[in-house]
């Protein structure tokens, strides 16, 4: 039996907790996921397509943010497919020099027990 949006979600939040981003698209995400965002990242699509593309654009966003803290909360399942985890970042854009508090919910959805889909919902886009 696959695992469930509960249990895919918890794993995910550990991993980010431990700053383990990169390891839970790894390890978590089935390789044709689709990562939508509420607005497009320098250089990105505000839809990314396909594992390796979603592992480049999170790299990207690691390379060019520094983080001061970093909280998630959840999951919050819905079902045994759905769940959502409230991200809350303290973090520096390097590219603009811009310190910026985010909030954002991400809405997850698993099949196979494997993250499928995920959007991405901000207080404030990134800038």
Not at 35 to 44: L, N, T
């Amino acid at each position: 039996m696959s695992a469930n949006a509960k249990t895919v979600g918890t794993e995910l939040v550990n991993l980010c907790r431990e700053g383990k981003g990169l390891e839970a698209i790894s390890r978590l995400y089935a390789d044709d996921v689709v990562s939508v965002e509420s607005a497009a990242a320098p250089g990105f699509d505000k839809v990314t397509s396909g594992k390796p593309a979603v592992e480049a654009k999170s790299k990207f966003w690691a390379e060019n943010t520094e983080v001061h803290s970093f909280e998630a909360e959840g999951p919050f399942p819905h079902g045994d497919e759905k769940f959502a985890v409230i991200f809350k970042i303290d973090a520096t854009m390097k590219m603009a020099n811009s310190r910026q508090t985010l909030e954002e919910v991400g809405v997850y959805e698993v099949a196979n027990g494997k993250v499928v889909r995920e959007e991405f919902f901000f207080n404030t886009p990134p800038q």
